[in-house]
C-alpha cells in the first residue's frame, strides 16, 4: 500500500494520523534519510523508519503529538547505548520529525438565513470546509452558499447521510424552535467533536427542558455551546458570525480560559426569569 494514498485515504474519512519522517543523518544508521512511516490513530503502521527502539519511541510519541496537534523533532544518538541494543547499535545520529496528519475540520450550518451565510463566509476563510441544510431550497443552494462543498434541502437526509466524526463541526441556526430541536436531537448523539447552537439562554434551557422531558438524559447536552460565540458583543450577523468562528477555532487549536457564551445549566436561571441581553439574545432578532 502506497504511505501517500493512505495518508490521502485518511483525509478523506475525516481519520487522523501520524507521519514520521528521517529529517537528518550522521554516521551508520539503520535508515536512510527521508524514511518515512504512518502512524495510524489506532496504533496501526505503515512504512518503517529503520525499526528497534528508535521506532518503538516515535511510535509512544504519535499519542502525544496528535493530542496537541502539533508536530516535534526527535533526535537519537545510536552510541552503543544500551538502550539502542536491540539491532541499532551502529555510531549515527538521526533527527525524525514527528507531524500530525489531520483531515479538514467540516462545518456544518443547520439554517440558511443572514447569520448562517456570515458564518460560512467566516469559517470557511478560516480553513473548515462548508456544509449547508436548509429544508428551503431558496435559502440553501449555490447562489447564497458558493463556498459550500455540501447542500442539503432536507433534514432527515441530511441527518440519514452525514456521520459526523471527530472532525466534524455542527452549528444549529434553523428559523424555529421546533427545527433546533429536531436537529439538536440527532446531533447530541453523534461523535462531532463541536456542537453549537444559536440563541437566547432562555431559548436554550428550553429547549433542553423540552427534549428533557422527550426523554432525552440531561448530561447529553453538556458537550453542547449553546449560546453559541465568545463573548464579544457582538449584535450584527458579522459580528456574530466573528464570535462564533472565533469559538470554533479556540476548540480546533484547543485554547482555553476563554470567555464563551454557553450557558451553565447548574446555575443557570430557569427560562422564565428575567434574562439581560446579550449578543446571542440579540442574534434572534436578526434574520437567520
Known amino acids: 500500500m502506497d504511505l501517500f494514498e493512505e495518508v490521502l485515504r485518511l483525509r478523506r474519512e475525516g481519520k487522523r494520523g501520524v507521519m514520521a519522517t528521517i529529517v537528518h543523518t550522521n554516521g551508520s544508521i539503520p535508515s536512510f534519510e527521508s524514511s518515512r512511516m504512518l502512524v495510524r490513530e489506532d496504533g496501526s503502521i505503515l512504512g518503517t523508519i529503520g525499526g528497534g527502539c ?14 496537541a496537534e502539533a508536530p516535534r523533532k526527535m533526535t537519537f544518538n545510536l552510541n552503543n547505548e544500551a538502550s539502542y541494543d536491540n539491532g541499532l547499535i551502529c555510531g549515527g545520529t538521526l533527527e525524525v520529525f514527528v507531524e500530525p496528519i489531520l483531515p479538514q475540520p467540516v462545518l456544518y450550518i443547520f439554517g440558511g438565513g443572514h447569520v448562517s451565510i456570515a458564518v460560512a463566509n467566516a469559517s470557511h476563510t478560516a480553513g ?16 447564497r452558499f458558493p463556498m459550500a462543498r455540501e447542500i442539503y434541502t432536507s433534514y432527515e437526509e441530511a441527518f440519514g447521510k452525514l456521520q459526523p466524526n471527530p472532525s466534524t463541526y455542527l452549528l444549529i441556526v434553523t428559523r424555529g ?8 436531537a440527532w446531533a447530541v448523539k453523534t461523535d462531532a467533536r463541536y456542537l453549537g447552537m444559536i440563541g437566547s439562554k432562555r431559548k436554550v434551557l428550553s429547549v433542553y427542558q423540552a427534549l428533557e422531558h422527550e426523554g432525552f438524559a440531561a448530561d447529553l447536552f ?3 455551546n449553546a449560546p453559541v460565540g465568545l463573548e464579544i458583543g457582538a449584535l450584527t450577523p458579522e459580528e456574530i458570525a466573528i464570535s462564533i468562528t472565533a469559538e470554533l477555532i479556540a476548540v480546533r487549536r484547543g485554547a482555553a480560559d476563554l470567555a464563551h457564551k454557553a450557558v451553565d445549566r447548574k446555575h443557570a436561571a430557569r427560562p422564565a426569569e428575567k434574562e439581560s441581553k446579550t449578543g446571542a439574545k440579540a442574534a434572534e432578532s436578526v434574520s437567520r
Open 54 to 67: 528508535v521506532e518503538a519511541e516515535v511510535w509512544a510519541a504519535a499519542k502525544d503529538v496528535l493530542k
Open 128 to 143: 473548515f470546509a462548508i456544509g449547508v441544510i436548509d429544508d428551503r431550497e431558496q435559502f440553501a443552494n449555490r447562489e
Open 222 to 224: 453538556d458537550r453542547v
Open 177 to 184: 424552535h421546533r427545527d433546533d430541536m429536531r436537529v439538536l
